[in-house]
Antibody, heavy 119, light 109 residues
Framework: EVQLVQSGAEVKKPGESLNISCKASGFSFTSHWIAWVRQMPGKGLEWMGSTYPGDTIYSPSFQGQVTLSADKSLSTTYLQWRSLKASDTAMYYC??????????????WGQGCLVTVSS | EIVLTQSPVTLSVSPGDRATLSCRASQSVGGNLAWYRQKPGQAPTLLIYGASIRATGIPARFSGSGSGTEFTLTISSLQSEDFAVYYCQYYNSWPLTFTFGPGTKVDNK
């Protein structure tokens, strides 16, 4: 069974750093890119970027704002902030990309990680 | 940059009704269009990809159609679990790009 299990909710202050994770199981981690998607409170879905062991692609909207990485030894991907802002308050989802259709398609999602940034 | 618009913003229907949701792309996306359902408090779930192919385990009451710039998601007989927000999404092979529409909320009339 494909599973993406994300780390727990976080409450942080502006300026703090944060690293959240997404552990994959039930499929070959090195055969799939993992995407990260932001959902701000009451809003829609925004693709932030996608990562694969040794490679990462960012949405222009998030380039330089966050860092994505992957550790194939742990089958885990990470989303990192160096200095959080209140506007980073959102639910963050990781999701698997599958290419069996010929194009990269988001097919499975993690349960989400709620990040709250407040002074 | 491709922009997706969805209509209506909110669709009020009753259980058992037929629901028709639209998604329009600012330029042709071919058949690279997916639909997701997001129930309250849950992660999205893939319903349709390739504009008209049901994902694994998705009931036959969901159907997708369209190509190019105009797409439709139809729910033939709405069930209680279908009251949710529906997003269309453009996906591209390379460069890796994903664009979501703003969503349509289907609520109980």
């Amino acid at each position: 069974e494909v599973q993406l299990v994300q780390s727990g909710a976080e409450v942080k202050k502006p300026g703090e750093s944060l690293n959240i994770s997404c552990k994959a199981s039930g499929f070959s981690f090195t055969s799939h890119w993992i995407a990260w998607v932001r959902q701000m409170p009451g809003k829609g879905l925004e693709w932030m970027g996608s990562t694969y062991p040794g490679d990462t692609i960012y949405s222009p909207s998030f380039q330089g704002q966050v860092t994505l990485s992957a550790d194939k030894s742990l089958s885990t991907t990470y989303l990192q902030w160096r200095s959080l802002k209140a506007s980073d308050t959102a639910m963050y989802y990781c999701a698997r990309l599958d290419k069996t259709t010929g194009n990269y398609l988001i097919d499975y999602w993690g349960q989400g990680c709620l990040v709250t940034v407040s002074s | 940059e491709i922009v997706l618009t969805q209509s209506p913003v909110t669709l009020s229907v009753s259980p058992g009704d037929r629901a028709t949701l639209s998604c329009r792309a600012s330029q042709s996306v071919g058949g690279n269009l997916a639909w997701y359902r997001q129930k309250p408090g849950q992660a999205p779930t893939l319903l349709i990809y390739g504009a008209s192919i049901r994902a694994t385990g998705i009931p036959a009451r969901f159907s997708g159609s369209g190509s190019g710039t105009e797409f439709t998601l139809t729910i033939s007989s709405l069930q209680s679990e279908d009251f949710a927000v529906y997003y269309c999404q453009y996906y591209n092979s390379w460069p890796l790009t994903f664009t979501f529409g703003p969503g349509t909320k289907v609520d109980n009339k």
